[in-house]
């Protein structure tokens, strides 16, 4: 079997887990998750940090993405494209975030502001990457859309080095996840009950 085949299982398994957490789950994680990452010396000395909206069941992001603005941070959010790649817009608080349908897929919440283009994210310190979990080695799972398979190599073909920053929930930090050639490491790993770090604080 190859790695692809082997990512869908792990996709629908991990989703059907998500699937049964109550809002209230999500809400409590979100705000651990903030605490925690809000402790990290990458976003703590951070200018601008490349973020995303959380949806649905993912880990919250929205607590920690208020409080990096509030420290006066420059949060970056992301605008879906038609193919699948992402322009990113600055965030400017609670209202400035509008609901965007993409086709027949999810609603997406994005930055209504100006559009920056997709090489902005290259001037980020950090980025925080969504995700279904992260093994021993820092590969993460994504949701296969490739969207942040683009982004990190924009990144690698700039030759910028930004802390690569996933958050997840407790559970979805394992052993193993399928991994193809262009998949990358990311650096380090929140969940509501800790961080794993794969490479130091640089």
Same mark, same amino acid.
């Given at each position: ?10 996709? +629908?398994?991990?989703?059907? #887990?998500?699937? /049964? ?14 605490? +925690? ?14 973020? *995303? ?18 420290? /006066? ?15 990113? /817009? ?47 080695? /820092? ?8 969207? *942040? ?10 030759? #910028? ?7 997840? *929930? ?33």
């Amino acid at each position: 079997m190859g790695a692809e085949p082997d990512k869908r299982t792990s996709r +629908r398994d991990l989703l059907a #887990v998500r699937g /049964g957490l109550t809002a209230a789950d999500v809400e409590a994680a979100g705000a651990e998750l903030a605490a +925690r990452a809000l402790g990290l010396p990458e976003l703590a000395h951070a200018r601008t940090v490349a973020a *995303y909206v959380s949806v649905g069941t993912e880990p919250g992001t929205r607590a920690l993405i208020d409080a990096l603005h509030a420290r /006066g941070v420059r949060v970056l959010l992301p605008v879906l494209l038609p193919d699948n790649d992402l322009d990113w /817009g600055a965030y400017a608080g609670a209202g400035s975030l509008m609901e965007v349908r993409h086709g027949g897929r999810m609603v997406l919440l994005e930055p209504s502001g100006d559009r920056l283009g997709a090489e902005a994210v290259t001037g980020a310190d950090a980025v925080l990457l969504p995700g279904l979990a992260v093994d021993d080695r /820092g590969m993460r799972l994504g949701r296969g859309g490739g969207s *942040y398979d683009r982004v990190l190599a924009r990144l690698e073909r700039s030759g #910028v080095d930004p802390a690569l920053v996933v958050l997840l *929930y407790d559970s979805e930090v394992v052993a193993r996840v399928p991994a193809e050639p262009h998949d990358r490491p990311v650096h380090a790993v929140v969940t509501p009950s800790g961080v794993r770090r794969f490479r130091g604080p640089s």
